[in-house]
Structures are given as C-alpha cells and as structure tokens.
C-alpha cells in the first residue's frame, strides 16, 4: 500500500529558486493537505484542497501555491524561495467515513534553502 | 479558529514507569480529537482519535486517551512505556467533518533505560 507518496525526499535551494513539492494519494480521498513542521511549532497548514477543483488557504499560506491536478495529486509550489521556507513539509489526505476523519501523512520533504 | 495547547514540551521518563502527556484544545460545542506519534525522520502516525461516544479511547502501543470536555483536555496516557516509545507526540483537533486538523506543537517523550 502506497497511501501518500510525496517526491522529492530532499532538496536544497537557493533564495529566488523556484521548485514544486509533488503529492500522490491512492487511496481515493477527497481532501489533501499541505502542512510545514518547523522546530518547536508543530505543524502548520499551508494550503488544503476539501475536494478536486478547489483549494483553500491555510494558516501559513504566504510564498506558496497549490495545485490540485485531480482527485489523486496535490502539488506545492514555491515561486521565489527564502530561507524562512526552509523546513519539513509533509502533504496528507483524508477522507470521512462512518467511522470518522483520519488523516494519512506521507513521509515528508525535506527543504533547505540557502 | 480551534487551537491546542500540549502543556510539556519534553517529557523525561524511566523505563517501565507511566507516562501522561498533556492535551488542551480551546472550547467549541463539539470536536474530534486525535493524537499522533513521529519517530525520528518519519512521518506521523495515527495513535487513537476521538470522534464520539466513551470519553476513554485505546490506540495502539499501548496507549489510551481520556476525553474530558468539562476540562477541555485529551490527555494521553500509557501505563508502562519502553525505549522505542521515545518519539514527539502531538495533540490535535478538528471541527466535526472532513475539515483540517490543528496540531500543538509537540511533547518530546524521552524514555531513559
């Protein structure tokens, strides 16, 4: 089972690079995330998609763009990178069932920039 | 807006002895309620969730969670730990539905041989 696969694992940028953070979900959900974890700050959204064709700010929205390409791919994009965007990124989808909201996490990217 | 407070932010503790780990959310008339566990450069991964029904929750490793809406807490317990629960855990809360969860910023567990 590959759940959320997010690519790449690792990547170092210069300040002003441009790069898109690419998300995959096979598990048929509706709803994808896009959150950062930053030491002693948790993890915070960024953007999220509720269903294909929509998107909807988060938290931390500001340097990013999303993308949601169909039911199955969610991508982030950062235009003009800067260091304050070094971090983990961590994509997620979910679905609701009668036995609730769960949340699956890919294992996360991670970003320097420098 | 939810939010979520995990009052300790390291957590030391010796082999074989329990461990709480603390939760508060701010107050809403109804929540879900989960807690998840990241091992070094992993993901997260799902320990139990609250969604409705007994305030006392059992995940897996071991680990429960008691609801308590009086209190506005979800403290999660576990009556004996080992060395490989040494991970960040991390409380959050959602609005009933399919709606984004809103994390704490995480409990270092440290558990000492």
């Known amino acids: 089972n590959a759940g959320v696969t997010q690519t790449p694992k690792f990547q170092v940028l210069k300040t002003g690079q441009s790069m898109t953070l690419q998300c995959a979900q096979d598990m048929n959900h509706n709803s994808m995330y896009w959150y950062r974890q930053d030491p002693g700050m948790g993890l915070r959204l960024i953007y999220y998609?509720?269903?294909?064709?929509?998107?909807d700010k988060g938290e931390v929205p500001n340097g990013y763009n999303v993308s949601r390409l169909n039911k199955r791919e969610f991508s982030l994009r950062l235009e003009s990178a800067a260091p304050s965007q070094t971090s983990v990124y961590f994509c997620a989808s979910s679905e609701l069932t009668v036995s609730g909201n769960t949340i699956y996490f890919g294992e996360g990217s991670w970003l320097t920039v420098v | 807006a939810q939010s979520v407070t995990q009052l300790d932010s390291q957590v030391p503790v010796f082999e074989e002895a329990p461990v709480e780990l603390r939760c508060n959310y701010s107050?809403?008339?109804?929540?879900?309620l989960f807690w998840y566990v990241q091992y070094p450069n992993q993901g997260l991964q799902l320990l139990l969730k609250y969604l409705s029904g007994s305030t006392l929750v059992k995940g897996i490793n071991g680990f429960e969670a008691e609801f308590n809406k009086s209190q506005t807490s979800f403290h999660l317990r576990k009556p004996s730990v080992h060395i490989s629960d040494t991970a960040e855990y991390f409380c959050?809360?959602?609005?009933?539905?399919?709606?984004?969860?809103?994390f704490g910023k995480g409990t270092r567990l440290s558990v000492i041989a």
């Open positions: 107050s809403s008339v109804s929540v879900y």
């Open positions: 959050a809360v959602s609005d009933p539905g399919n709606t984004p969860l809103v």
């Open positions: 998609s509720a269903s294909e064709g929509t998107t």
